[in-house]
């Protein structure tokens, strides 16, 4: 069986840019030679010294009739790839694309320009969801000025395949975003009961999302954190987190309004009933996540004191 990895994407959407990446990483190097299928050209090209490195063979097919069985097979003889990299062009319906019979597609990804998706989902939704109904990986890129709109992009995308992976990339890499459908737990729930890994997860989600939680009524367990000169009457119920291993440890929490705080001890264990506003904190400069203790009641270490977010 011959590998073949399929990249899918409308022109400029950045799969040009994704398949240059992913020639130079360590992880896939081969022995051998790739045979690189461009079926359009866009304003991007590939460095020649990349195509040499990497032992690459490039061949282009224009019209999507020579996109067939019998044309693959002779491209393939000519070069005797070890491995087959196909740039898929957007504007041929995919589902009329024939491979080899033993052509075997090892991954399936489709590349997507975040800036100009509604367009296309608008316009060419057919086109679109041809290309991701088979796609492993989804990645949006250019997401920079559409932050605001990549949970409804994600809804539209797994309308069509809920397997597939979303991954959405600005200027800076890749956006380590939470969206509400991905929470472990309901917030339409009167009370939000966090375990272990749904408290980790409600303090990320919390710096960018806030208004997730403002108005919401909370419970989870927490070690108390009084720091000095604290103003009476608050302290800081949070957790130990490892965020990658032993010695990067951290301690999780946001301020916390309770009128017997003077009566909590260090470092000892409370489960927290708290609702959840918007205030401003000295400490956060500016607004941020503030509890409001309804009850604090002592209780026991969790079996697991220590969260991990690896």
Known sequence: MKPVYMINGFLESGKTEFISFTLEQPYFRIKGKTLLILCEEGEREYAPELLKKTNTEVEVIENEEDFNPAHLTDLEKLHKPERIIVEYNGMWNYKNAKLPWYWKIEQQITT???????????????????????????????????????????????????????????????????????????????????????????????????????????????????????????????????????????????????????????????????????????DYKGEGPMLHALSVEKTRAPKEEIISFS
């Not at 290309?131 to 492993?136: C, D, L, W, Y």
């Not at 800081?236 to 951290?250: E, F, K, L, S």
């Open 112 to 282: 997507i320009d975040g800036s100009t998706f509604p367009m296309y989902y608008t316009n060419m939704r057919s086109l679109l969801a041809e290309m991701i109904r088979s796609s492993e990986m989804i990645i949006f890129n250019r997401c920079d000025t559409v932050r605001d709109q990549l949970n409804a992009y994600k809804r539209n995308i797994k309308a069509v395949n809920a397997e597939a992976d979303v991954i959405f990339e600005d200027a800076g890499g890749e956006i380590d975003e939470i969206f509400e459908e991905d929470l472990p737990y309901d917030l339409t729930q009167e009370t939000i009961v966090l375990d272990n890994q749904g408290y980790g997860i409600w303090y990320l989600d919390a710096m960018d999302h806030l208004e997730r939680y403002t108005g919401k009524k909370l419970q989870f367990v927490a070690m108390v954190l009084k720091p000095e000169n604290f103003p009476k009457g608050y302290f800081v119920p949070g957790r130990m987190a490892m965020t990658c291993c032993a010695d990067d440890m951290a301690f999780l929490g946001y301020a916390c309004e309770y009128a017997g705080a003077e009566d909590l001890k260090q470092k000892e264990w409370v489960k927290v009933t708290a609702t959840v506003a918007k205030e401003y904190w000295e």
